[in-house]
């Protein structure tokens, strides 16, 4: 008697913890968004953190990507500041922007703006995911958040910064207030995944999308704590956990030691030296260019062929991009991707 479907036996799952699949699981970040019509069409006239937190509104905009590509798993609709803006900072998301911060973190003062979350915070993310988990049956729905550095960065810039240097500059200038604004994003952070898997996601990320501008010392002794910290309010739901960034060749050893199962790796490094600076101790997700989906056929095609042959010598494989999906891309073509890797990559 076999067992019926379920997402703990769903190929992403299975791919995570290093156990064996038939076909290599696929997904997306920002599988959900502007590069599909039918989003476009569900978000006239709502503001984006709005919508991040109207529960049929995030069930629906979850669901169309993995109705539309059959992807192996869905990602949870909301954004990294929406805990922040939970606790009652002024934060909005501005189309074509990203982030913007009214009143930026500067100050030890500024401490008090950022209080605890708590789960009475965002009890409409709990009901989001209780309806996802509902539609999707056995496809695992991914929770997120939005990792220490690349949250502080948005706060302490105000808004999307090239080279994070009010950031950098009050992590070496004012070092406790660093490790005391980082304690409190990590524990945000870290609820706000709780709160997820509580309510039934599968797996997590982690995307501490801009790390990559830090050196593996300054990752090491202002970051890695924090992540490890919000990773850890995870550990013992037992769900995988993807821990990803833009740019982090050099820190994927430290990234991996944060307390993931999973290393995020964007396309600037192959899977398999991924694999050598990781000792071949965890999973790998990645790495397509998103910007090759403009390509034509033949050599995307090729790329994703490389991808999941070397995918196979890690010890799991998560077929997804290096970054998100950019808005002008072809939907069609993103399905086409899904096919060809369940195609290459199935074992007969
Ligand atoms: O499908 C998915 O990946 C799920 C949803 C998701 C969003 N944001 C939706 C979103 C996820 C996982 C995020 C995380 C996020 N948000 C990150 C980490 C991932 C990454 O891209 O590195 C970051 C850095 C942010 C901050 C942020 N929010 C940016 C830079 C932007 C883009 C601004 C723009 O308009 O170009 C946002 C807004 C945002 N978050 C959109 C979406 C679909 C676009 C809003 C819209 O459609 O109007």
Known sequence: MTAAPSASSSLLLRAARGEQVEQTPVWFMRQAGRSLPEYRALREGVPMLEACRRPELVAEITMQPVRRHGVDAAIFFSDIVVPVAAVGVDIDLVAGIGPVVADPFRTRADLDRLPELTPDDVPDITESVHLLVRELGPTP??????GPFTLASYLVEGGP???HARTKALMHGDPALWHDLCHRLAQ???TFLKVQVEAGASAVQLFDSWAGALSRADYERFVLPHSRAALAAVEPLGVPRIH???GTGE????????????VGVDYRVSLADAVARTGGQYAVQGNLDPALLFAPWEPLAERVREIVAEGRKAPGHVFNLGHGVLPETDPDVITRVVELVHEVSART
């Open 141 to 146: 729905l991914i929770g997120f958040a939005g």
């Open 161 to 163: 910064s090239r080279h």
């Open 188 to 190: 945000l952070a870290g």
């Open 244 to 246: 990803f960034g833009v």
């Open 251 to 262: 820190l994927l050893d430290l990234m991996g030691s944060a307390g993931t199962e999973v």
